[in-house]
Structure formats: structure tokens, C-alpha cells
């Protein structure tokens, strides 16, 4: 069974107004948002425990706020998105991350790759998913929703109110950069870049 990512408007509002009413309700919504919200959660924190863990705190808090959501013109996911992205932001200030990488490489990089490929490569995904992470939390959200949600611009511009222009300028920004970063991370700190 495969669910729509939003529902209709109508059905949508509905459900909110009996979840508002009485939290048994709460279980549709639940049911429609939960397999998203969980997969962007995990795409943030790279631990099925942890996503878990998160996504029934996003959920909790819906529950626990349902009372004081008002329709705004988006749909109800970007409201749960918006939980979940202070949620992430919540556990990376409260804990140092403890996960170690995936790929610990000391390769011999090939000169005809380019630099930022030639890092990615050797960094491996949670080294990566790390310089995403000390990006500015609007450019770290755009990437994470594009990158690792795979979701369209304007989806993204409804979650985080902000136009696709908006968005697409905030994904060019946090891909630049990145680029900076990986190249400053083969170079190696304090090294000049080379003159030519």
C-alpha cells in the first residue's frame, strides 16, 4: 500500500478538526505522515534506534500541540516537518555526535578526479552528512530535504515557507559551500591553495 505524501485538503482538515477535538483521532494523521517523517529523520541522524526515537518525540509533540495547529495554507506534513527539524536540531545541541565513519580512507587520490568528488569519495557518507550538518540550519534543511528526502523544490519551499526560488538559491549555497569545505579538507588546514 503506498501512501500519497499529503492528503486531500478536505479529508486533511477533517481529520485535524476531530484530532483537535479528541486525540483518538490523532491515529489517521499518524498513520499518513509517520513513513516521511521517519525517512527525513533518518536521513539526518544515520541511526534507526535514534530516528525512532526522534520520530516518536515529532509525533508526541503533535499530539501534545494538535490543539494549537491552525491551518496556515500548507499541508500538515510541513508542520510535522518543521517538529522535526527543531527536534534534529534539539538532539545535536544537547549531544555530541558518537557515531564514528563509515569509511576511514587514507587512498591515494587520482589527479584527474576533482577535488570535492575526490574528498566525497574518501570521506565517506557520515563525514559528509557531518559538513551538512555545520551548514546554516536553513541551508543544512534545504540540503537535508532535497538530498536526503529526494523532494522537489517547491515541496521544500511549502515546508519551510519559503519560495522555490528561495530554496533552490539556499541548496546553491549550501552545495558551494560544501564544495569550499571538501576542498579545504584534501588540502589540509592552513595549506595555500595552488597558484596558476
Known sequence: MVLEMTLPIQEEAALIARAQEDPEY??????????????????????????EDITSEVFFK?????????????PFSAWLYQIAVNAITDHY????????????????????????????????AEDIWALIEALPEQQRVAMTL???EDLRLAEIGVIMGKSEGA??????????????????ERRGPGEDPPHG
Open 93 to 124: 545541541r544537547s549531544r555530541r555526535r558518537t557515531e564514528e565513519s563509515l569509511e576511514q580512507g587514507a587512498e591515494l587520490s587520482d589527479p584527474s578526479t576533482p577535488v570535492d568528488e575526490d574528498v566525497a569519495q574518501r570521506m565517506g
Open 62 to 74: 503533535a499530539l501534545r500541540g494538535i490543539g494549537r495547529y491552525r491551518h496556515t495554507g500548507h
Open 146 to 148: 532535497k538530498y536526503g
Open 167 to 184: 530554496v533552490k538559491l539556499l541548496v546553491f549555497r549550501g552545495t558551494a559551500t560544501l564544495r569550499q569545505r571538501l576542498i579545504t
Open 26 to 51: 490523532f491515529g489517521p494523521l499518524y498513520d499518513q505522515y509517520f513513513p516521511q517523517i521517519y525517512r527525513y529523520v533518518a536521513s539526518r541522524v544515520r541511526s534507526q534506534s535514534l530516528a
